[in-house]
């Protein structure tokens, strides 16, 4: 099996920084998509950024030029530099990962970390 763990989250002021890091083991042979998704109590978890196994990005339109996301594939790990937070950006940030476990099959799965908390104050 495949575990996501990710760390960095914490309190922050308004317009700080910090950066998540979402690394990820297990029985993988490659990861294809990476990305970082953030969710709020009562709300549907959102998609905050994602990357290609090729390290091409994208955002939502509330993060971009903020928020970079990066990996580093020697390490299996994605992370998330996070500047100018707002209070808005308060909320759980989850890491994803689609993960070929095999060399014999383009099979992938999509797994999930257990999260990490993001706290902005104003």
């Known amino acids: 099996q495949v575990q996501l763990v990710e760390s960095g989250g914490g309190l922050v002021q308004a317009g700080g920084s910090l950066r998540l890091s979402c690394v990820a083991s297990g029985s993988i042979f490659r990861i294809n998509d990476m990305a970082w998704y953030r969710q709020v109590p009562g709300k549907q978890r959102e998609l905050v950024a994602t990357?290609?196994?090729?390290?091409?990005?994208n955002y939502a339109d509330a993060v971009k030029g903020r928020f970079t996301i990066s990996r580093d594939n020697d390490k299996n790990t994605v992370y998330l530099q996070m500047n100018s937070l707002k209070p808005d950006d308060t909320a759980v940030y989850y890491c994803?990962?689609?993960?070929?476990?095999?060399?014999?099959?383009?099979?992938?799965?999509?797994?999930w970390g257990q999260g990490t908390q993001v706290t902005v104050s104003s």
């Open positions: 994803n990962a689609d993960v070929r476990l095999r060399p014999t099959t383009n099979v992938s799965y999509r797994y």
């Open positions: 990357i290609t196994s090729g390290s091409l990005t």
